[in-house]
């Protein structure tokens, strides 16, 4: 069974940047290229937001409204993928998601939510 499991800090004061880690427990992020990571957030009130993948193979993909300001990277020996957003405003406060799985999702962490504000 895979499990994923979303950390980093509550509250984010505007202009600073936002780092999470999500640890998977039950897989590898480090495994066959068809098996992908992806970063997902849902702000109050809105739909869900792609924000990047990456893949087993460690090829990274970004959201093109995004990519200016994010980072995706991945830790082998933690068995982690990690997120960075850069510059933060009010508008990046959401509940932020690790899932496997890139357009279709089959396993996600429980999100962890994230207040941008001074």
């Known amino acids: 069974q895979v499990q994923l499991q979303e950390s980093g800090p509550g509250l984010v004061k505007p202009s600073q940047t936002l780092s999470l880690t999500c640890t998977v427990s039950g897989g590898s992020v480090e495994t066959k290229v068809y098996i992908s990571w992806s970063w997902i957030r849902q702000p109050p009130g809105k739909g869900l937001q792609w924000m990047g993948v990456?893949?087993?193979?460690?090829?990274?993909y970004y959201s093109p409204s995004l990519q200016s300001r994010i980072s995706i990277s991945r830790d082998t020996s933690k068995n982690q993928i990690s997120l960075q957003v850069d510059s933060v405003t009010p508008e990046d406060t959401a509940v932020y998601y690790c899932?496997?799985?890139?357009?279709?999702?089959?396993?996600w962490g429980q999100g962890t939510q994230v207040t941008v504000s001074s």
């Open positions: 899932a496997r799985g890139l357009g279709k999702f089959d396993y």
């Open positions: 990456i893949r087993g193979d460690g090829t990274i």
